[in-house]
């Protein structure tokens, strides 16, 4: 009596770390201190857990009470820690065994009433808990989605008296289940219900393929965000990792969905997003848009549109998965691997190269608004290819083409053969592994020539090589050809030429 510890954790990116609440009370004027590194809404949680104590039929004592947050040098934030804070005072004052709590961690805001409300990154906290012989108590609104960790107990609590009564072996929480509605989403638009534009819907196969990174360009209304929109409907569903993975970056920011879960995430940010609302930051660092859309799309609409300023802060992500964000009390790192799919028009007023509107900017205008897209960011975009305006007569004559179902199978094959003879996909690889033996020495000269005639870097010989493989991998080819090669050439061109 006197002093106890409850367990709990803090988040730092998307790792939740134990955090021992210590609660110690001390002779002196009646007061209560929150000490370890917390910030406001953790200091201002002593105001919550009086009255929560006191609503929920239990004395709160009329002495110094000094709560530790151990480690001290970890920052605490957010009202998590509010429900073993209560566990802690009602243990150190006798009225709750002290012993009970060694079994448990708790996470959960108090109301004034001693209701428990949801707290964010629940997820990543219960995959933590996960490695412990731990229970975890979370609120209600929790518990489906800390559920979706595999091999972690979860209990569900509604109020502060529950939990009591559960430690003190009088009613036992209901563990927390994953709702049958878990995945069932609306199904994804339809690649049929796009007529014409046969190369662009060959190049979104080739890219949902490989995860490789495309740019579509041409004129407004010829379909390029409705292409876009497409793709998760040919990508196949995520795998157990990778949903964990995704739900956990998902719940940092209070946005995952136990119905959207293992479908690939497709964020699609306005042109107007600032840099940090794209790749995350924050005095207490949060994921951003590119986190969010870790092994999904992350689709740019109007390219040239957003600030160059904004857009050269993807070369980083695009080229290593990942996004690290520094700042003077503390680094954090964020998974970023996603798939960049962006559309843009040929110039500023559109119609550049239409031979159906006259284009009204001049070749300054155009050059400039081209400008915008740096070289570097280009390189990293593995196809490039054009959407052209296409007559009404001739949309109503086209063949509606297949089926989402019939190409998101083909791109199932090709993955799984990626996966089974590299453990990756194909826009993953390293150079060594894309150097492979098996191209044939043709495909190579013809690869040799077009690095010299287009002016291709080094990183972009490795991604036209990489998009040829995926090319073989739909054909079921084991081995890459000079049909392949060309095809990947076609597909990556000047983005002069794309408009």
Not at 187 to 199: F, K, N, T, W, Y
Not at 330 to 339: D, L, V
Not at 454 to 462: G, K, N, Q
Not at 476 to 496: K, S, Y
Request: aromatic residues 4%.
């Amino acid at each position: 009596m006197g002093l106890a510890v409850v367990h709990t954790r803090a988040l730092t990116g998307v790792n939740a770390l134990p955090v021992d609440v210590e609660v110690h009370l001390a002779g002196g004027l009646p007061a209560m201190s929150i000490v370890g590194l917390p910030e406001t809404a953790v200091r201002e949680s002593k105001d919550r857990v009086r009255a929560a104590i006191a609503n929920s039929r239990f004395d709160f004592p009329q002495r110094k009470i000094i709560v530790n947050l151990a480690p001290a040098d970890l920052p605490k934030e957010g009202g998590r820690y509010d429900l073993a804070i209560a566990l802690g005072v009602l243990a150190a004052t006798g009225q709750l065994p002290g012993d009970r709590l060694h079994g448990y961690e708790f996470v959960g805001e108090l109301g004034l009433s001693g209701d428990l409300r949801p707290v964010r990154g629940a997820l990543p906290t219960a995959v933590a808990a996960a490695d412990t012989a731990r229970a975890l108590i979370v609120p209600e609104a929790n518990a489906a989605e800390a559920a979706l960790a595999e091999g972690a107990e979860i209990l569900q609590a509604a109020t502060l008296l529950q939990v009591v009564a559960h430690l003190m072996g009088r009613d036992r929480l209901p563990p927390g289940v994953v709702p049958a509605m878990t995945g069932q989403v609306p199904p994804a638009a339809d690649l049929s219900e796009v007529r014409g534009q046969h190369q662009a819907k060959r190049a979104l196969e080739i890219a949902a393929a490989g995860a490789h990174n495309l740019l579509l360009v041409g004129p407004p209304g010829t379909g390029k965000s409705m292409l876009a929109g497409r793709l998760g409907g040919i990508l196949p569903p995520l795998t157990q990792r990778e949903a964990v993975e995704s739900a956990a970056i998902a719940s940092l920011n209070a946005l995952f969905d136990v119905r959207a879960w293992r479908r690939r995430p497709f964020r699609q940010p306005h042109h107007t997003t600032s840099a940090v609302a794209l790749v995350g930051g924050g005095s207490v660092p949060r994921p951003g848009e590119v986190s969010l859309a870790h092994n999904g799309v992350l689709f740019l609409d109007e390219l040239p549109e957003f600030n160059r300023q904004v857009l050269e802060v993807l070369r980083e992500p695009l080229e290593n998965g990942r996004i690290v964000i520094s700042r003077a009390a503390r680094k954090t790192e964020f998974p970023a691997r996603f798939q960049l799919i962006a559309a843009m028009n040929p110039c500023p007023c559109g119609y550049a190269h239409d031979p159906q509107r006259a284009c009204r900017c001049t070749p300054a205008q155009i050059e400039r608004y081209l400008m915008r897209l740096s070289g570097p960011l280009l390189d990293r975009i593995d196809i490039r290819v054009r959407v052209p305006r296409v007559a009404p007569a001739s949309l109503r004559r086209a063949d509606p083409g297949e089926a989402s179902r019939t190409v998101g199978d083909r791109v199932a094959a090709a993955r799984a053969r990626q996966l089974s003879r590299c453990g990756k996909l194909n826009a993953h690889l390293t150079n060594a592994e894309t150097e492979r033996d098996d191209t044939h020495p043709e495909a190579l000269r013809l690869l040799d020539d077009a690095t010299t005639r287009l002016h291709l870097s080094p990183r972009a010989y490795h991604r036209t090589l990489r998009v040829a493989r995926t090319v073989a991998d739909l054909a079921g080819c084991e081995g890459v050809d000079p049909l392949h090669i060309a095809e990947a050439i076609a597909l990556r061109g000047p983005v002069n030429d794309a408009v």
